[in-house]
């Protein structure tokens, strides 16, 4: 100790007497200013660029909404605009020389250009080609992913009002109706989806509506659910407990306590369930039972383009890329949202 | 203080439903006075906190009373029963746990502001915000931070500006100071003990820690498997403890001299076989032991 003692008295006597300054009686050092503190949305939003997969799915999926957005707009020709002498046109793309995107066919080991035979005017181009009815493809695809993206903003809608009421409501009252509330859910989310769009035809006409109504019915469950659960956790917090000391009502802590404390969760868990609902939107149209015929939808699409694939694939491969880089990108950028506000939760 | 109860509890029970009818509290009964502090201290479990919860209507009375101000609380509802909450709050054990941690500093504390519309308008709102934050020692500037940001002490302040802001006048502290530094115990307690002095509070004092509980209450009661065992006032109780739980107690507190801590021995405590039945009997004046 006292060794220790004389060392420090040793090492402090190497600082010159110059460094210190005389502290007046009563002056203490002020505290340091506290750095500027980040928001929710501002920490969120730092976390999120870091993730380079999620930032670029993120810009990915602002462009193709962007597009969908603008289909009326941006599209060159009508999309049920049929011109029967044009059919099944080869994608050609003005200054494009590669085979495959220069109008040419393969016709006998020779190439020879589709558009010439088919007497279409020069400088008219059909990026992606045109289907059996001579119908713009690239102006289909732009309406196909409009619906898919409709579909998405319902299923998100539906997530978080029914959704997040139901969850909330049954988590905050508990017992009993807790009990009733889950219970209407398990028979709701026994019915089979498939099942029920099939017999809506026999009464609705087949269309996005009856798409939307079957959403309605069962889409929202896994939300409700995982809210209730989150709800119930949310609602044993110390810091629940002393709003309800404060006079708190139900309804206000379930709003100003509960919902923002889960928002994270209810965000990931939303963008999850849109690539379930647009494959189930496409699924549906690729059957026959969803987007009526003439109507553009990517299942419609992949509908008609599967037929032909042996003869014309890009028919087939248009719209399945565009229904792949759709998926895929919601799925990585709601992963990527997932490492952001919610890093405990291990499966969507 | 005076000599007035200010809340009176009268056999007191409480049964966690599923608990297959284990009494987490078993008929206790004591009253705290005006402007005292009365210190609840037992072992883990034992049923203080099920009790301060119980005085702040956070947990149901099962069977038993409460009486505040000479008004029975135990079956309010409603508006009386905000009224009630407005002159009770509760400062949490875990200053981690009891702020809401998407909420700014400056909207957890005027959160009872609101409730009981204690402002009229939104100037009115933020000075108080700011005077009880400058009671409690925290800066302006941390009105508008998040809990985050703070040191579990700095957490507790702004528990305690929470609770006071509604003006109450009686405050369970319910272990407000166990999960803190030993270092930061003693600022949070003399915040309180200056608080109380200033607003006249009356408080019901929760801890494990008999030898803090003696420093700042007036009356302490030892509570022991949902029993209150011996209660009496705090000097009393520490110098001539009679029932052998809270000599079990005393002999566990650290001593801060060591020859005498070489030689404190723990005095274990036994309970007696017999579990049913006993009363508090008053020993010597105000200082009553539970007898089987």
């Known amino acids: ?348 | 203080m005076s000599e007035k109860a200010l809340v009176t509890v009268r056999n007191l029970t409480h049964i966690y439903p599923g608990s297959s009818g284990k009494r987490a509290v078993d008929n206790i009964s004591f009253s705290i006075r005006e402007g005292e502090t009365f210190g609840l201290v037992g072992e883990s479990g034992c049923g203080k906190t099920t009790t301060g919860r119980m005085l702040v209507r956070l947990l149901d009375i099962s069977s038993g009373s409460v009486a505040f101000d000479g008004q029975d609380i135990t079956a309010l509802q409603g508006k009386e029963l905000l009224s009630y909450r407005r002159q009770a709050q509760i400062i949490f054990q875990d200053p981690y746990a009891s702020l809401d941690p998407r909420k700014k500093v400056k909207d957890i504390i005027a959160e009872g502001i609101d409730i009981h519309h204690l402002a009229s308008d939104r100037q009115e709102r933020d000075e108080q915000v700011s005077r009880l934050l400058a009671s409690v020692g925290l800066r302006p500037e941390h009105l508008t931070r998040y809990p985050h940001e703070f040191s579990g002490g700095q957490r507790q302040r702004i528990g305690i500006a929470r609770a006071l802001a509604t003006q109450p006048r009686f405050v369970v502290c319910d272990e407000p100071i166990s999960a803190l530094d030993v270092s930061i115990q003693a600022q949070v307690v003399n915040l309180l003990k200056a608080e109380q002095r200033l607003r006249n509070l009356t408080y019901l004092f929760i801890a494990h820690d008999l030898s803090m509980v003696k420093y700042i209450s007036d009356r302490i009661a030892v509570m022991y498997r949902g029993r209150i065992v011996e209660t009496g006032p705090a000097g009393r109780v520490y110098e001539n403890p009679l029932h052998p739980y809270t000599r079990s107690l005393i002999s566990a507190i650290p001593l801060p001299d060591p020859e005498g801590e070489r030689k404190r021995r723990r005095i274990p405590y036994v309970p007696a076989e017999k579990e049913e039945g006993g009363t508090l009997v008053e020993a010597e004046a105000e200082h009553y032991v539970w007898t089987s």
């Not at chain 1, 549906?284 to 009526?292: A, E, I, N």
């Open chain 1, 1 to 348: 100790m006292m060794k220790r003692n004389k060392e420090m008295t040793k090492a402090v006597s190497l600082v010159p007497d110059s460094a210190f300054v005389p502290c007046k009686p009563g002056e203490t050092e002020a505290e340091p200013p506290l750095p500027r503190a980040l928001s929710f949305l501002e920490d969120s939003w730092r976390k999120l660029r870091r993730n380079k997969a999620a930032v670029v799915t993120m810009i990915l999926l602002l462009v193709i909404a962007a597009l969908a957005f603008l289909a009326p707009v941006i599209a060159p020709f009508d999309p049920n605009e049929q011109h029967l002498s044009w059919k099944n046109l080869p994608p050609k793309w003005p200054h494009v020389s590669i085979d495959g995107l220069n109008g040419t066919t393969l016709f006998r080991g020779r190439r020879v250009d589709s558009y010439a035979l088919a007497k279409v005017p020069e400088g008219q181009y059909f990026l992606f080609g045109t289907d059996e009815f001579g119908r713009d493809l690239l102006s289909r695809c732009l309406w196909g992913t409009r619906i898919s993206l409709m579909i998405a903003l319902v299923a998100a809608l539906l997530d978080l009002s029914i959704g997040i009421a139901y969850g909330l409501f049954s988590g905050m009252k508990g017992g009993r109706w807790d009990h009733v509330l889950q219970r209407i859910l398990e028979i709701l989310s026994g019915i089979p989806s498939l099942v029920l769009v099939v017999l809506m035809l026999l009464i609705f006409e087949p269309g996005i509506s009856s798409i939307i109504l079957a959403m309605t019915i069962s889409s929202w469950i896994p939300m409700a659910r995982v809210v209730r659960a989150e709800t119930l956790k949310i609602k044993q917090m110390e810091y629940v407990q002393a709003a309800r000391a404060l006079g708190a009502t139900d309804a206000k802590i379930a709003l100003s306590h509960v919902l923002p404390n889960i928002s994270g969760i209810v965000i990931v868990r939303a963008m999850f369930s849109i690539p379930s609902a647009i494959f189930f939107e496409t699924f549906l149209s690729f059957l026959g039972v969803g987007m009526k015929i003439p109507n553009a939808s990517i299942g419609t699409l992949l509908n008609g383009g599967y037929k032909v694939f042996r003869l014309y694939p890009y028919q087939m491969f248009i719209p399945a890329v565009i229904l792949c880089v759709i998926m895929l990108s919601f799925n990585l950028f709601a992963d990527g949202l997932r490492d952001v506000f919610d890093p405990k939760m291990k499966e969507g």
